[in-house]
């Protein structure tokens, strides 16, 4: 909260979202509470609405032009907020701001890593992008910044750690009163908003100078080896593992255009087989994610009427987005 509150940008507005917290959590914001500091606003749920569901109940209340929506894991550097603002208002097509992520050294302690008595930072995101099989990546994910991502440029999406919004475009995007489709409670659901943006005209930008470190869970790199993908999978728990699975279709539901999922069907089938194999195999546990899949696509194919009626991005522009393998080309 301290790097929060120390941003060198004027007039913050600042709003909490708990999601029923326990703990030292609630009981360091109920004393933050008790502050009444004028800038600060939190409102206590009596129980958990997800990532979605909170974040939207704050873009709600919120009453600024731009919305930073951000997790508890991340510390801001204090030029974080002006520096993605300034991004904002060049151009009034842009409609997210995606800052460079950097890992966040929490076991200790520290924002970076040591070695040989220098300190080095390993890349969190950079953005986001999508491959032709529909895998989401973090670009730069676990690699050493070595100034590789010093260039402001255009991205496929914004991660959900902190990404910066323009309150119209949220407004443009929204179904059925819905930013983050609650759907999804959490996981994917800033890849969906994101793809969503896309299609319907928005700008997507990373800016460099916007730097923040986040404290992951999971995704140690971006590799599109298989094995690696599976020992990342391994590490993630079961909840986790049912959202992810079951938003990832529900994603494409909403959000595929046919004739681009045709050109990268070979792509697409072979990591779908392995995904729905791997599955049905190893994780029975996450055969429920299929049924309620099945039991939701229903309410999501009515999205999708709703983002392919107002969509104003062609399928030329769509298409330079998915990428073949981890590095992408900019433009």
């Known amino acids: 909260m301290n790097s929060v509150f120390s941003q060198e940008y004027p007039d913050l507005e600042i709003l909490i979202i708990d999601n029923n917290s326990i703990g030292e959590s609630k009981n360091y914001l109920e004393k933050l509470a008790k502050e009444n500091r004028p800038d600060l606003k939190i409102v206590f749920n009596k129980k958990n609405l997800g990532y979605a569901g909170g974040q939207n109940q704050g873009i709600r209340i919120s009453r600024g032009k731009y919305v930073l929506c951000l997790t508890q894991d991340v510390?801001?550097?204090r030029h974080f907020v002006k520096k993605a603002v300034e991004a904002l208002e060049k151009d009034n097509r842009i409609g997210a701001v995606q800052g460079k992520l950097l890992r966040w050294n929490l076991g200790n302690s520290s924002l970076g890593y040591v070695k040989n008595q220098e300190i080095f930072y390993i890349i969190d995101s950079a953005g986001l992008a999508i491959l032709k099989n529909r895998r989401i990546i973090n670009r730069g994910q676990g690699e050493i910044d070595e100034g590789q991502f010093e260039e402001k440029t255009k991205v496929f999406g914004a991660d959900g750690a902190a990404p910066l919004y323009r309150k119209t475009a949220l407004e443009n995007v929204k179904i059925n009163g819905e930013y983050f489709d609650e759907d999804f409670f959490m996981y994917k659901e800033d890849v969906d908003l994101s793809w969503r943006m896309r299609l319907y005209g928005w700008?997507?930008?990373?800016?460099?100078k916007?730097?923040?470190?986040?404290?992951?869970?999971s995704g140690e790199n971006a590799s599109i080896n298989y094995l690696a993908i599976i020992r990342e999978r391994i590490k993630i728990g079961k909840f986790a593992k049912y959202l992810a699975f079951k938003n990832q279709r529900l994603m494409q539901i909403k959000n595929e255009q046919a004739w681009i999922l045709i050109k990268h069907l070979p792509w697409f089938l072979i990591k779908e087989t392995a995904s729905w194999f791997y599955v049905l195999l190893f994780e029975r546990f996450t055969w429920k994610a299929i049924k309620d899949l099945f039991k939701q696509t229903p309410k999501a194919w009515q999205k999708r009427k709703i983002i392919m009626a107002n969509k104003k991005a062609s399928v030329?522009?769509?298409?330079?987005?998915?990428?073949?393998?981890?590095?992408?080309?900019?433009?």
Not at 203 to 208: A, C
Not at 210 to 217: E, F, G, K, Q
Not at 316 to 331: I, N, P
């Open 203 to 208: 700008k997507i930008i990373y800016q460099p």
């Open 316 to 331: 030329q522009e769509m298409s330079r987005w998915f990428k073949q393998g981890q590095r992408t080309v900019d433009f």
């Open 210 to 217: 916007s730097i923040a470190w986040h404290d992951r869970s």
């Open 75 to 77: 510390f801001l550097d």
